[in-house]
Nanobody, 128 residues
Framework: VQLQASGGGLVQAGGSLRLSCAAS????????MGWFRQAPGEEREFVAA????????YYSDSVRGRFTISRDNAKNTVYLQVNSLKPEDTAVYYC??????????????????????WGQGTLVTVSS
């Protein structure tokens, strides 16, 4: 299984980016997907997750209302639209494949241990 994240870059506060994560080697449409991020010197944290068919979506409190997760199963790709960026959003963003098609409760969807495969990450830097 391979996950290739892209779309990161340097952006000014208030700006937007669209992160993409292309998957191969597994039936993408059968699994939920998630995005996490890790800021310098910090632990990796949950950002958003989406069920296999998009019917269930979760966001962390810090990004809700600014970020949007979506997926295109025909393209084996999950997206993270990040808007109204703040300097504290600066981090490496990782996509990951969940262990099942459904997310279950938020508590489970936000746990790293529930994800089987991880991409290499894409760096988002937000300048003030």
């Amino acid at each position: 299984v391979q996950l290739q994240a892209s779309g990161g870059g340097l952006v000014q506060a208030g700006g937007s980016l669209r992160l993409s994560c292309a998957a191969s080697g597994r039936t993408f449409s059968s699994y939920a997907m998630g995005w996490f991020r890790q800021a310098p010197g910090e632990e990796r944290e949950f950002v958003a997750a989406i069920s296999y068919n998009g019917d269930s979506i979760y966001y962390s409190d810090s990004v809700r209302g600014r970020f949007t997760i979506s997926r295109d199963n025909a393209k084996n790709t999950v997206y993270l639209q990040v808007n109204s960026l703040k300097p504290e959003d600066t981090a490496v963003y990782y996509c990951a494949i969940y262990h099942s098609s459904a997310l279950g409760a938020y508590y489970y969807a936000a746990r790293e241990s529930r994800y089987d495969y991880w991409g290499q990450g894409t760096l988002v830097t937000v300048s003030s």
